[in-house]
């Protein structure tokens, strides 16, 4: 099997997009770990399948699959490469699509300097949602590392389920090593992606993201999303926040309550090419 396939990143977090709507397209868990490879492969943090929409008044299907090869509800920083792709790709003539994922429908807009802004959708905060156990909802939950002592965390979901930490420096936070044991750790059944925040001003925060399925990346988008939802809900942080990550800037804006998380930032092609599986 041949297939075509373009390479892209949003802020450092870098994806294989594959058209499945012009070519046909199969692949075992195997051969996205292949794809995925560094070294082996093309290499990726996630690869993201362009699909027809199964679901009416939807314009695409949008399914991600993380480098270990399992597929997961969310990635932020894919829509807005997805969004810039179909668009360039005259798979559509809308600036603004409808678009279905595992963790619910998604809103991308694309702007006149390129940027793209992407309607996340409210968080949602029940653990059963999540999903996190807990007793009851929660500002933030005591989690239990073994070897590391108790971390406060807030628990959230971005259609995806997020761990929020604040720290005093990003650049000496345990991403690795705890961001690890609170994305494996039993009270997250299906994992989490975890994120180490510093509060620089109420207007901007650093944030390094361990990955479910990835590992740390350069850039979250929905953990973006997550971290400024954290802090607003904590009262650190105002309505629109510049976050800044090891790829670069992305532009977060939340309202509160149950309005939905907007991300803004870029979306940039590196290369294309066709691989044989």
Known sequence: MQLDFTKMHGTGNDFIVIDAIS????LTPEQVRRLADRHFGIGCDQLLIIEKPTLPGVDFRYRIFNADGGEVEQCGNGARCFARFVRDRRLTDKDEIQVQTLGGIITPRIQGD??????????????????????????????????????????????????VVLTQDTATAPVT?????????????????????????????????FERGAGETLACGTGAC??????????LLNERVIVELPGGELNIQWGGDRQPVWLTGAADYVFEGRVTL
């Open 23 to 26: 070519q046909p397209v199969s």
């Open 226 to 235: 997550a971290a400024v939802v954290a802090g607003r809900r904590l009262g």
């Open 177 to 209: 090593d705890v961001g690890d044991r609170l994305c494996h750790h039993p009270r997250f059944p299906n994992g989490a992606n975890v994120g180490f925040m510093q509060i620089v001003d109420p207007g901007r925060i650093k944030l390094r993201v």
């Open 114 to 163: 390129g940027r793209v802004t992407v309607d996340m959708g409210a968080p949602r905060f029940d653990p059963a949602v999540v999903p996190f156990e807990a007793a009851a909802p929660a500002l933030t939950y005591t989690i239990d590392i073994d070897g590391s002592g108790p971390i406060e965390a807030s628990v959230l979901s971005m259609g995806n389920p997020h761990a």
